[in-house]
């Protein structure tokens, strides 16, 4: 552990030597700022796991769609390096885009099937982005595990994928979705919605506790369980839904019939000019 300030780096080349006398393991905590608690959850697994802990904060241009959300996304390095040094962090990686893509780049990864559906759908080059940003990151830190949250579902599953499909040697950890007393997932998207969108958007957990609620039953047909999803959010007029899907927990391949194992209920939608999304795993225990 470095001390109880984060050593802020900018460059590659500051990285490399951050990390040359680092003790190991090295557990890394990608993220895109705007830091809040359920960030902060990653880190403290991550600190609790490794000798040494690093958070890189970079609002990755690749993985936007439209230069008007990625001109929206919050910056806040400042609160940032606050919350990393309250959580003991040794290293923030803070770079500019040139510094993760160098002039030039032409490299990229495509991360497959697994990127096609859900959130790869709606968002075209979306996983190619950020299989691209991941893949950079890991090379320049080479950590020994890397923390992600299980909120961004697919992005968790995109991502183990990537390391295993590679033979990346860094262990892809998962971390619980961390939630306001009300139910919805903490995101950094949150802070834009309007009092009344705020006020609407926990309809996104509920409609995921309607799909629990018929698993525990004993219902498993993919359809019935979307519908129960679908039910739920077509009640909250502020939500327009975007998809709703039960999927193979695995491959992520939508279940049309009976499921035949754990699968992974997830769903996007608009509250005004914000886009929330969550997920649950519904398994047999």
């Known amino acids: ?39 902060a959850s990653l880190i403290r697994r991550a600190r609790a796991e490794n000798a040494t802990v690093v958070v890189s904060v970079f609002v990755n241009p690749t993985q936007f769609e439209t230069p008007s959300d990625l001109t929206a996304y919050p910056r806040s390095l400042d609160p940032d390096v606050a919350l990393c040094a309250a959580e003991a962090v040794d290293i923030v990686f803070a770079p500019a885009v040139d510094e993760v893509y160098p002039p030039g780049t032409g490299t990229s990864v495509h991360p497959g099937p697994i990127a096609e559906g859900l959130e790869g759908a709606a968002r075209p080059g979306h996983f190619v982005g950020v299989a691209t940003v991941v893949a950079i990151l890991l090379g320049l830190v080479g950590p020994e595990r890397a923390y992600f949250g299980e909120k961004d579902g697919q992005q968790l599953r995109v991502v183990a994928r990537m390391a295993f499909d590679l033979g990346m040697p860094t262990a892809v950890v998962g971390c619980p979705t961390v939630r306001e007393r009300d139910g919805l997932a903490m995101s950094s998207r949150n802070a834009r919605l309007t009092a009344e ?28 369980l979307r519908d129960a999803m679908r039910t739920v959010l077509a009640a909250e007029p502020r939500a327009t839904i975007d998809y709703v899907s039960v999927a193979d927990d695995g491959d992520l391949r939508e279940i ?28 047999d225990r």
């Open 197 to 224: 969108d705020r006020a609407a958007a926990p309809v996104l957990r509920s409609a995921l506790l309607a799909a629990r609620a018929q698993w525990l039953t004993g219902e498993r047909d993919g359809t019935a």
């Open 256 to 283: 049309g019939g009976r499921a035949a194992g754990a699968v992974l209920c997830s769903l996007a939608a608009w509250f005004g000019d914000v886009r929330l999304i969550d997920n649950e795993t519904l398994a």
């Open 1 to 39: 552990m470095i001390g109880a300030i984060p050593l802020v780096v900018r460059s590659r080349e500051e990285l490399r030597t951050a990390l040359t006398d680092a003790s190991r393991p090295v557990g890394l905590v990608p993220t895109m700022g705007a830091l809040h608690e359920g960030h």
